[in-house]
């Protein structure tokens, strides 16, 4: 027995009509990638409606010479680090305010090289960050959404036998891709 034309193509219109709003009625995507204008690489999930996590890493190399003194640089620098972001309550479910506490260890070993005094001269630097932001996030789209933030944050460096510490302004925008 075979299903009539007619009836093939009314079951097939209706599918066609409820498959959208099925879709539609899915939850958010939890999970993301998100690019920064810092050149950090992360992941955002969100483990509640309030409150989300973000761990990044920077990895970083250089390499340059010096024609004059026939030097060599190279430096390579890796710099994981974690946010929590808490979102304040919104009138928008595409634009969503938060404060984001975040800390970043950074490692950055350099070696120089020179032809007028031979050797190797290495050197690490290691730093402690600490930043509180505040931003907004705004997802024009179920898969993508774009942020800024802007704060203070505070940086403590400790090359070979000295403690630099340091305040500065953090600003940084990004996009963030849902999976």
């Known amino acids: 027995m075979t299903a009539s034309p007619s009836l093939t193509r009314g079951l097939l219109f ?3 009509c409820v498959l959208p709003s099925a879709a539609s009625a899915q939850d958010a995507p939890k999970a993301g990638l998100v690019i920064t204008s810092s050149s950090s690489v992360g992941i955002l999930w969100h483990a509640s ?3 989300a996590l973000r761990p990044e890493f920077v990895v970083a190399s250089s390499k340059g010479s010096l024609e004059a003194g026939g030097a060599e640089l190279t430096q390579r620098t890796l710099s994981p680090g974690f946010s929590v972001l808490f979102y304040t309550r919104s009138r928008s479910e595409d634009f ?3 404060v984001a506490p ?3 260890y950074g490692r950055s ?3 120089s090289t020179s032809t007028i005094a031979p050797g190797v001269v290495e050197s690490t630097l290691v730093t402690h960050s600490a930043s509180v932001t505040g931003g907004a996030e705004y997802v024009p ?3 993508f ?3 800024g933030e802007l704060g203070i944050a505070y940086s403590r460096a400790e090359p070979a036998n000295t403690v630099t510490q340091s305040w500065s302004i953090r600003s940084v925008v990004g996009a963030i891709l849902y999976f």
């Open 141 to 143: 789209h179920r898969r």
């Open 102 to 104: 975040r800390y970043v």
């Open 14 to 16: 209706a599918l066609f």
């Open 49 to 51: 409606e309030r409150v």
């Open 109 to 111: 070993h350099g070696k």
């Open 145 to 147: 959404g774009i942020f």
């Open 96 to 98: 969503r305010p938060f």
